[in-house]
């Protein structure tokens, strides 16, 4: 099967409401006061400093996004990601889950704008505008949360009509672009198991560092965690991957954060363990992918 058949490609986007504003006013009087070119100097303001409403969407938003990138594969530099098809039905059971967390955040926020802008006027000072400030329904436009689905490209699926010559051209740079896909994928996989098998040798190797269950519940944690997704993640199907992933396993992923904390020789002998890994990874992450044209 190729990789047309294996994944879908998916591009989330979450946009939110603008709180940096130029103050030209400003800038004229700091470039005044340094006898200056005003065009020299920017002033930017930024709106609702500290709010608890609008904190909790930007947060909201790096998690997601950081969960996104976990359950995919880099496709371009746009954004777009790749989905293993086998991982679709979860992937979007969760995004449902999501939306509806992340409007009702955005309406908890509009529900307490027109206080916040209120606010602001003590924050901001004289500094405070009321044309920086939209009626909240047009705030609300700002709010978006979309998630686009689209196949793979296939070498092999093409439409429309042009001349032999450069269907063959579109057909080798479509098929460029899923080799390079596939090196990308598979890089990414091999770098995403190799960190946290990197921070383990590291800190474990580390005879001076004292032992904490919050130095070491990371460590076994965000190796699960990888060593769970490789699986599903796989879509090349690499099977040295897979070797490695299960030598992890049974190497490593049994141990307890608890024993990692009071065992010297278990740290000792999974800091190697984990440098030996990572050690004969490095033959199989491969050169850099080749530049595709437009």
Same mark, same amino acid.
């Given at each position: 099967?190729?990789?047309?058949? @294996?994944?879908?490609?998916?591009?989330?986007?979450?946009?939110?409401? $603008?709180?940096?504003?130029?103050?030209?006013? +400003? *800038?004229? +009087? /700091?470039?005044?006061?340094? $006898? *200056?070119?005003?065009?020299?100097?920017?002033?930017?303001?930024?709106?609702?400093?500290?709010?608890?409403?609008?904190?909790?969407?930007?947060?909201?938003?790096? &998690?997601?996004?950081?969960?996104?990138? @976990?359950?995919?594969?880099?496709?371009?530099?746009?954004?777009? =990601?790749?989905?293993?098809? /086998?991982?679709?039905?979860?992937?979007?059971?969760?995004?449902?889950?999501?939306?509806? %967390?992340?409007?009702?955040?955005?309406?908890?926020?509009?529900?307490?704008?027109?206080?916040?802008?209120?606010?602001?006027?003590?924050?901001?000072?004289?500094?405070?505008?009321?044309?920086?400030?939209?009626?909240?329904?047009? /705030?609300?436009?700002?709010? $978006? !949360?979309?998630?686009?689905?689209?196949? /793979?490209?296939? &070498?092999?699926?093409?439409?429309?009509?042009?001349?032999? *010559?450069?269907?063959?051209?579109?057909?080798?740079?479509?098929?460029?672009?899923?080799?390079?896909?596939?090196? @990308?994928? =598979?890089?990414?996989?091999?770098?995403?198991?190799?960190?946290?098998?990197?921070?383990?040798? +590291?800190?474990?190797?580390?005879?001076?560092?004292? !032992?904490?269950?919050?130095?070491?519940?990371?460590?076994? +944690?965000?190796?699960?965690?990888?060593?769970?997704?490789?699986?599903?993640?796989?879509?090349?199907?690499?099977?040295?991957?897979?070797?490695?992933?299960?030598?992890?396993? %049974? @190497?490593?992923?049994?141990?307890?954060?608890?024993?990692?904390?009071?065992?010297?020789?278990?740290?000792?002998?999974?800091?190697?363990?984990?440098?030996?890994?990572?050690?004969? !990874?490095?033959?199989? !992450?491969?050169? *850099?992918?080749? &530049?595709?044209?437009?």
């Amino acid at each position: 099967m190729s990789l047309h058949d @294996k994944a879908m490609l998916v591009a989330l986007s979450l946009s939110k409401f $603008g709180l940096n504003r130029k103050d030209d006013d +400003e *800038a004229r +009087e /700091v470039a005044r006061r340094h $006898g *200056a070119d005003s065009k020299s100097w920017a002033v930017t303001k930024r709106l609702l400093q500290g709010n608890t409403a609008f904190d909790a969407i930007r947060k909201f938003d790096t &998690a997601f996004s950081a969960w996104n990138r @976990k359950q995919t594969l880099p496709w371009d530099d746009n954004g777009t =990601r790749l989905l293993p098809t /086998v991982n679709y039905d979860p992937y979007m059971a969760h995004v449902r889950l999501q939306r509806t %967390e992340r409007e009702g955040l955005v309406r908890a926020f509009l529900n307490g704008y027109d206080s916040f802008v209120s606010g602001d006027r003590t924050t901001l000072g004289s500094a405070w505008n009321p044309r920086d400030y939209p009626d909240r329904y047009i /705030v609300r436009e700002k709010f $978006g !949360m979309e998630l686009a689905v689209t196949p /793979v490209p296939d &070498a092999k699926d093409f439409r429309i009509t042009v001349s032999k *010559a450069d269907l063959l051209e579109l057909q080798r740079n479509v098929a460029d672009q899923l080799r390079n896909a596939e090196d @990308k994928a =598979r890089r990414e996989l091999f770098g995403r198991l190799a960190e946290p098998l990197l921070k383990m040798a +590291e800190k474990l190797a580390d005879r001076d560092k004292k !032992m904490t269950l919050t130095t070491t519940v990371p460590l076994i +944690e965000n190796l699960r965690e990888i060593i769970e997704l490789i699986p599903t993640l796989n879509i090349i199907g690499d099977a040295n991957l897979e070797a490695f992933r299960r030598v992890a396993l %049974e @190497k490593l992923a049994h141990i307890t954060p608890e024993t990692l904390k009071s065992n010297d020789l278990v740290r000792t002998v999974a800091a190697r363990h984990a440098q030996e890994i990572v050690d004969a !990874m490095s033959d199989f !992450m491969g050169p *850099a992918p080749v &530049a595709v044209a437009a």
